[in-house]
């Protein structure tokens, strides 16, 4: 049976806590997982992805799913920064020994993964990402006369799902970025994050969904650039992150397995 601790706080000054899920065998060596959740930075908590951490405790990990400041009251940076905050908040806790950062791995839903890809870029964690967005500027230069809404179908009218997506991913950028002013969205362009880091990487992404496949293509150019490594997969039909988490679970923990491996 997984034991959970909850509301562990980690931000006195916000209040910010986690949610540990504990292994059944928990050893010095016990390898430590952390789960970004999604919900376009205005949506979603750790406790709604409660059976998630749940399910990588009984694959071996220690799972710790953390809290972060939600939009439209905390704006871009808030929760990267508190992604931040939260791994050195980690690395000099009680539930880590002095060279547990080597045992320490991501995955992020949405833009879950896109926090993760930020905390990897700083920290060196092997991290996978479910659908996570990473185009802002250019995405919104392409997409000037798409009204923002939450829920297009119903507020608009709108019947087609790609333009139904369009009004989403317009509605949940700009309500974390506070408007749709060109130099905030760059510097939420995962391409703009400070990368030097960054080590191995899994991205998994839908073939057609909310999250524009051409975003990520472009992402990982700027990454081969850099001679950064990472492997791809694109799955079929349009679901986004935690549609098709489940049938993915094992190829991300088997990725982040192996590289935990090769890094002994």
Known sequence: ????????VYDQDKNLSTDIYYPNNTTSNT???IFWHGGGWFRGTKESVKSWGISFAN????AFIPEYSLAPENTFPSAHDDAITFVNWLLNSEYTDEDDQKNIVQIGASVGGTLALYVAGKFGFPTVT???PVDFSKWMENHHDVKPSVDAKDELGLTDIHDIHNSFYKYFV???????????LKKMDAASYNLDKLDKLMMINSADELNPLSSVLDFIKVLAQENHEVEL????????AMDYAKDYIDESLDFLFQTIKRQK
């Open 1 to 8: 049976m997984t034991i959970i601790k909850h509301d562990i």
């Open 31 to 33: 390898k430590i997982l």
């Open 174 to 184: 700009t309500t974390y970025a506070g408007s749709d002013n060109p130099a905030v």
């Open 59 to 62: 694959a071996g990990f220690m």
């Open 233 to 240: 997969l694109v799955i079929k039909g349009g679901g986004h």
């Open 130 to 132: 479910w659908s996570a």
